[in-house]
C-alpha cells in the first residue's frame, strides 16, 4: 500500500470519527532518542528512512517537516504529492501549530497519538490552537499499520542482570534513594519513570532492545510502600523475577499502567515529567490524586555515578583507547596506500574492539569524516556512501562503545598528511576550548549552559562559534546521550532540565567543542569527563572535571605559540598520563608509536 | 501611636472583616527600587528605616523579614515583642508564605495589598498557600496610616521635558515603536505601563519624585489609536499637556487607571508584565478582554539607545570623569593627614560635581568604604557612622550621577598607602576579570547570565568568587539599575526577563566585578560599557563592548607579571584614551597628574 493509499484510509477514519485534523509522529512512549521500529508510524507513512520527523493532515491537505539534515533524503524519500515537505527552523517556514492554525476553525477536532505525546506537547498543543478541540486518546496511523500487520512487534529481546559481577549500587538502595527523594515532594509522594534509562538504573537491568542502547522497554511505578515494574513477562528469567520481588518490586504487564494509575490512592502524590510521561496515561489518573510535575528524581539519581561507576569508567575508556590506538595506528599506516576509506574506518575499529575483553557492541554508528565531510557534525558514511581518504587533511572520528564496564563517547581528529596553516589554527582553537573545560574550575550550583558559555569564549574572541553544546551527559552502559544535565547554552528539546540542573560530583559529561569550515574541514576533539570535589574555600564549594578518556591530541596540528605556559603543560601532563595508562595494555611496537605522539610539546 | 497600638488596629480591622492573616509590604505599585515615603506602609508599621522588608500577622502573631545586610539594625529599630524578627535566605529561617502555611486553615482569609502587589506575587501567594481564601483589595495598612494623617502625599515635584534641546528620540517616534512591538503580539494589542523608567521614556518627560532618581509617579495606558498617561496635573504646565496633545498622548488623573481598563474594547488583548503589574488592576479588566503576560515591549525598546543617546552618556561620563579626577588627586592628596573620612570624600565629591555643567544631582548614597569597610559591597558611611583613612591600604568608592547628558555609575578602588602582596594579587585578579568583559566579543543574541559566568570563570579557576552580578542595566537620566538586561548568573528578582533578554546594540551596562575578603579589603572596578556591533563572519553576527567611563585603574595596585601581553596593552590603550578624553578638561596641574597615572605598565 503506498503513501497515498494510507492516508485515504486515515481520512476516512478522520470523517467517520469527525475528526479535522490529525498529527502523526514518530515518538515513543518513552521520548527515547532511538525509536524502535513498532514506534516508527510516520517512517512508516510517508517512506521516510530518515530520524526526525512530523507530520499533519486534513482530509484535503498534509504536511511533513524534518530538520536541516535530512531536507534532501525527504524530498527523495517523501512523496511530494501526497505531502508538502518542509524543513523546520527555515525563516518563513510554518510550523506544524502555525500550519494546523491556518486550516482550524474553532470547534473543530484534531487527534493527537495521546501514548506518545508527551503531557508537555499536548500543552503546547492546546496553548497554540485555542478554540480547537483536541483529544488525544488514539493512535490511528498505527493502528491502521497493526491492521494491515505491518507493524513490528516490541523488541523481545532478554533482560539481563547489570553487571553481572562488579561493584554498582544495589537495587535496594536505587529505590530507597528514590523514595527519599520523592519523600521530599510530600510522604504520600509517587513517582511514574518512563525514561527507559531510568528503569534501566533503578531495577539494576539492561536488555538489547535496541542495537546501540542495552535498554528494555518497559514504565515503572514507585510509591511510597510499593513498587512496580511493568514490562513483557516473557523477557525475564525467573531469577530475575525472583531476585526482583526479593528488593521489593512487583512485575506486571507493560499495558497495565493505566490499571494501576487509577488504582492509585486518593492521597497520593504523583510525580511526572511532563516531557517525558505520555498524555495518554493521565486520563487514567484518579481526580483526587495530586499531580506534581517538574524532574523525575531517579533522572538526577542515575546521572551522579558512585566512586566506583567512576572507576569502572575509566576501565571501559582504557578498553576503548587501546582499540582506538590500534585504529590511529593503522590508519597512520593506511592513509597512503589510496585503499583507505571513511567506512573502511569505522569497519576497523570494529575488528580491533571485537579483541577486548566485556565488548558489547558499539554506541553510534561511526562518525568517519574526511576533509569537508567532517564540517558535517553528523556526517556518517554507509557501505556505499563513503569517500576515500587521500594523504592530506584532517580524518575525523566520533565513536561511541558499550563495554560491560561503561559506555564509552571519543573524538579524535587526526593529520592523514600535510596540514594547511589554517587546519592548524583550528586545530590549536579546538584544542584550547577543549582545554578550558577540562581545567575549568566552577562553584556547586553552576549549571551546564554557564560552562558552554565559557568554553566558546575562547572562541567568539575570534568570533568563531560551533552549534552545538561543548558536552553532554553520558550513560552508564545506557545512552550515549543522556541528561538531565548538559553543558550547553541552547536548551535542547530532548533535555528541558538542562538549564536547571546543576553539574554534581559523580556526572559524567563529554567535552567537545569544534569548528566546522564547510567545503574545507571540521575538527572536533572529545574525551569524557566525571565531575568531582574540588575545594572549599572562603568564597564557597568549587568542583572540577576529571577526564575519564586518554588518548593523544594531533601533535602535528598543534601550534605551540598559540598555546599559555599554562596549556602546553596541560598537553604534556595529559600525554604522560595516556602513556602511563594506557601504554601497559599495548604491544611492545604500539607502545613505542604511543610514546612518539605523547612526546612534550614545546 | 507606636507598634503595638497600630498592630491592635489593624486586627481589629481583620476581626471586622473576618480575616485571619495580613500581609505588610513596603512595596509601590511600580515595583520601583527607590520607594516614596507614601508607599512605605512597613516602616511607619514598624519603626524600620532600612529598605527591604516584608510583614505578615495573623490575630496573635507577627514576623518581620529583612536581608543579611539590615539584620542588626533591625534587632535596634523593630518592636521584638510585637514582631518575630527573621533574615530571609538563612538555612532554617520559615519563608512569609511557609510562615502563613502554619497558621492558616483551609477556608481562613488572607488579605494581601492589591494596589502594591503584583499579579506574579499574588499567584505565587496562591500556588503556595493551597485552600486559604486570599483577597486583594484593600491595604489596610495603607489606609491606617491615611487615617491617622501619618502618610505623605504622594510627590509633586514639577514634570519636566526631556532632554531639553539636545538630541533624544522624539516621543512621536517612540509611541510608534511601541505599537509596533504590540502589533507583533496582536492588532488589537494594549499595553499598561507601570515602571516609572518606562513612561519617563515613552513620554520624553523626567521629574524630580526621588532624590536620587528623576522620574515621576504616573501609569500610561497604549493601544492601537490612543495613548494615556495618568498622573497628577498639578505636576504638569500647559506647554508640556499641549506638546503631549499634540504627540497624541491624553492626560488623566492618576486614579482613573481602573477606569480606564474598565472601558477597553473587548477585543483588545491587554500585554501586562505580571511582575510589574499591580495585581488590583485586573480586576477592572472587562472579562472579554483576553490578557498577554511578558515583558513590557517599551522596557527592551527603552534600553537599546540610539547614537546619539550613546554620545550624550559618553559626555555624561566625561564631565563626571573630571569630577572624578579631582576626588582622587584631592584623596591622594589628604590621605596622609588624619582627616580624611569616608563620608567626607563622598561630600567632596559633590563639591567638584556641582562645578561640571548639566550637573543635576547624585545617583546613589555615596559608598565609599577603606579598609575592611570595603568588604560589605553596600556599606555606606554617614555623617555620623563613618572610618577615618589611614595612609595604608585601599579605599573604595562606588558613585552614581546624574547629569542633563545622562546617568553614570562607576567605581574605583584606590591605594592610599602601602599595599600588602594579597590586595595587589586582589586587584590584578578583579582588574583581569574587568578587562575580560570590556574585550569580550560575544554573538548576537548573547543573554547577561552567560557573560557573567566568563567573567567569573577567571577568578573561579584560583577558587574566587563574588556574590554578584558582573553588571546591571543603566538608565539614561533614568534609573542606575535598569532591566530588563542584567549580566548576572543570579536572577534578580528586581529583573524576572533578565535571563530572556538578550543583549543588543545600543545596551549600556555596568562593568564591575570585585573581591570581597571580609575583615580585610574589598576591592570593585567599575567602568559602563554599550553594546555595539562587532563583525559579522561565517559563523555569525558578533557584538562586543564600547567603554563609556574614562578614568585611571590603580597602577600601583597591578602585578603587572600577572598579566597576559594582551591585558597589558589593553590597559595602556585604555588609559592613553582616558589622557586624550579627560585631559582636555582639566588644568594643566590636574593634566600632569594624569599623565602620570596613566603612563605605560609593563
Sequence with gaps: MNTREKLEHLREWMRTNDVAALYVTSADPHQSEAVAAHWKTLQWLSGFTGSACTAALTLTEAAFWTDGRYTTQAGREVDGD????????????????EWLRA????????????????????????????????????????????????????????????????????????????????????????????GLEEIGWITNLRGDDHPLYPLFHAFALVGPGTATLFADRRKFTDDIVRALAADGWELRARDAVPEALSALPLETVLRIDPFRTPAGFLEAVPAGVRVSRGPEPAARLRAIHSAAEIESFLEANRLEAVAVIRLMRWIEENAGSGELTEYGVGQQLEHFRRQMPGYLHPGNIPIVGYGANAALPHYRPGPEKSDAVRPEGFLLFDVCAQYRSGTTDLTRTVAVGELTDEMKRDYTRVLRAHLTLARQRFPAGTTGNLLDAIVKSTLWREAISFNHGTGHGIGYVSNVHEGPGKISIELAPAFPWAHATPLEPGMVFSDEPGIYRPGRHGIRIENAVAVEEDTETEFG????????????????????????????????????????????????DERRWLWRKTLPIG
Tied chains: 1, 2.
Design 82 to 97: 501526497a505531502f508538502t515537505i518542509f524543513t523546520t527552523g527555515i525563516p518563513g517556514t510554518p510550523t506544524l501549530c
Design 103 to 194: 486550516r482550524l476553525k474553532p470547534g473543530e477536532r484534531l487527534s493527537l497519538p495521546g501514548e506518545v505525546l508527551s503531557v508537555a506537547q499536548l500543552e503546547s498543543f492546546r496553548a497554540e490552537l485555542p478554540g480547537v478541540v483536541i483529544t488525544a486518546d488514539g493512535n490511528p496511523a498505527a493502528e491502521l499499520r497493526e491492521s494491515l500487520s505491518e507493524r513490528p512487534a516490541l523488541p523481545d529481546a532478554p533482560v539481563w542482570p547489570f553487571p553481572g559481577e562488579s561493584a554498582v549500587t544495589p537495587r535496594v538502595q536505587k529505590l530507597a534513594a528514590e523514595r527519599a527523594e520523592l519523600s521530599r515532594i510530600d510522604p504520600q509522594a509517587a513517582a511514574l519513570l518512563t
Design 541 to 588: 564549594r568549587f568542583l572540577r572535571f576529571r577526564t575519564l578518556t586518554f588518548l593523544p591530541y594531533e601533535r602535528k596540528a598543534i601550534l605551540v605559540a598559540d598555546l599559555t605556559r599554562e596549556e602546553i603543560e596541560q598537553v604534556n601532563a595529559y600525554h604522560h598520563e595516556v602513556l602511563e595508562r594506557i601504554g601497559p595494555a599495548l604491544t611492545e
